[in-house]
């Protein structure tokens, strides 16, 4: 399934994780220093709804962001 929401065009970003050693400063230590750094991914909360498209029923990939935000309609459940 692809991490693309169909109806913001939300995808994943780009970071750095990044991991310190030591005391911080206001501890007593000599301050945290960087050991390393490494690429990773944030990947959207992407969720496969029954959604009303264009007056039919269908399943969309949708970003939570959207559906908490009223930008997709249900269909309604007889």
Known sequence: ?????????????????????????????IGLH?????????????QRVRAIVNGATRRVNVCTSCIRAGKIVKPTSL
């Open 1 to 29: 399934m692809a991490k693309i929401c169909e109806i913001c065009g939300k995808g994943p970003a780009t970071g750095n994780r990044i991991i310190r050693k030591g005391l911080r400063k206001s501890k007593g230590g």
């Open 34 to 46: 960087t050991t390393g750094i490494t690429r990773r991914r944030f990947l959207p909360n992407i």
